[in-house]
């Protein structure tokens, strides 16, 4: 069994729920001085009375009182306040146990133990490295104490903290734009965040889910600086993490992020889709029949224009409704322009998407000839 094979395993398949002995009693000033990650913020930590160690198997999402022991690429955790606190070997953390997909970084899966691991991303996620891209110093380390349960001993996770799960039809809609990428640090949020700051100074309410991932605040605030609200993303929907969930899963997960935003009244709602074209979980997501129900059009963030368009080719194989390209390639007028150039279809800056006469006409138009024209300045 690969270790691939066994990560998708570990974060597909739940613990059924099983009550423990505690090994340990924590007073409630324990678990307030513990640095609790962003991934717990929706958890109530002084449900937490001791506790589980010794011979358990962690779950994707178990929350997990852990000693801090080298410090690596991660010095800091966003803490659930958002807040960026600097570690110290020593403190003690509360994390969650999670898989990660992460081309730039780390390739991580649920460990079958209580063993030393590593932190492997600031917002909390904790798990055994697989692998990792070369220009990464090694993780964190850090010392599983054991596993947050209750006085019953049943372990704390963040499912249990969900929004309930919502899998009915609106009466209204709003408008959707998806912002999906070729890769890890493509722009996507960045895209998505200037197109909300635009939407919302033309006088639009706007709402933005990211609907998969790795839990990490960063992307939250980002888009709530820029005037959505709500923002929700799939830690709310009870996954520290969507790497290597069941396709079910991943839509489970799309369908009621969607309805949860599309209470708050918004106008357009703007969905972050991680990752690339690539990678498991986005592609059964954007094949999907659910996805093309909800989203009337797609932005496609790009880093360089030969990713540009191939990206434009696959999400036009795809028959998703194409508005324009963005992301980081968009710093750049002469790969701008080739990418344009190449793939007929407009590169669309920050500044045009901010620019509410701009950016409001095309988000209603979902028609990609008007937003080249509108690029091209007519």
């Known amino acids: 069994m690969t270790k691939m094979h066994e990560m998708e395993i ?36 002084f449900k937490c009375k001791g506790l589980v160690a010794g011979e358990v198997l962690p779950s994707a999402g178990d929350l997990v009182l852990a000693r801090v022991a080298k410090l690596g690429q991660h010095p800091r955790i966003e803490l659930a306040d958002g807040r960026r606190s600097r570690l110290f070997v020593g403190d003690e953390i509360i994390v969650c146990f999670g898989a990660r997909y992460a081309p730039d970084q780390y390739t991580v899966e649920v460990p079958d133990d209580l063993g030393p691991c590593a932190l492997a991303a600031s917002g909390g996620l904790a798990g055994r490295v697989v692998s990792h891209h070369a220009s990464m110093r090694r993780a964190t380390a850090i010392a599983p104490l054991g596993l947050l349960a209750d006085g019953n001993g049943n372990v704390l996770n963040v499912r249990d903290a969900a929004l309930p799960h919502r899998a009915d039809e609106p009466a209204r809609r709003p408008q959707v734009i998806a912002v999906i990428g070729s890769s890890m640090n493509a722009g996507k949020t960045t895209t998505a ?56 899963e991943v839509r489970r997960v799309f369908r009621s992020l969607m309805a949860h935003a599309t209470d708050s009244g918004a106008d357009v709602v703007i969905v972050e889709v991680a990752d690339g074209l690539y990678q498991r979980e986005t592609s059964q997501l954007l094949h999907s ?43 750049s007028p002469l790969a701008s ?31 990609p000839r008007l937003t080249k024209a509108l690029a091209n300045g007519r």
């Open 10 to 45: 570990h974060a597909v398949v739940p613990c059924a729920a099983e009550q423990h002995a505690l090994s340990e009693r924590v007073s409630r000033q324990r678990i307030a001085r513990a640095k609790a990650a962003f991934n717990t913020r929706r958890v109530d930590l």
């Open 193 to 248: 965040a200037y197109l909300i700051r635009g939407l919302v100074a033309g006088g639009l309410r706007v709402a933005a889910t990211k609907v998969t991932g790795t839990g990490s605040g960063a992307d939250v605030w980002f888009m709530a600086d820029a005037g959505a609200s709500p923002v929700l993303d799939f830690t709310d929907a009870g996954l520290v993490s969507t790497c290597g969930i069941a396709p079910a």
């Open 289 to 331: 029949d659910l996805f093309r129900q909800w989203v009337d059009a797609v932005i496609f963030a790009a880093p360089d224009a030969m990713s540009a368009v191939a990206g434009v080719a696959m999400v036009t194989a795809m028959d998703l409704p194409l508005l324009g390209i963005s992301g980081a390639i968009s710093a």
């Open 337 to 367: 322009s080739e990418a344009q150039q190449a793939s007929g279809v407009a590169v669309l800056t920050i500044d045009m998407l901010c620019n509410p006469d701009f950016c409001t006409p095309l988000v209603f138009s979902a028609h």
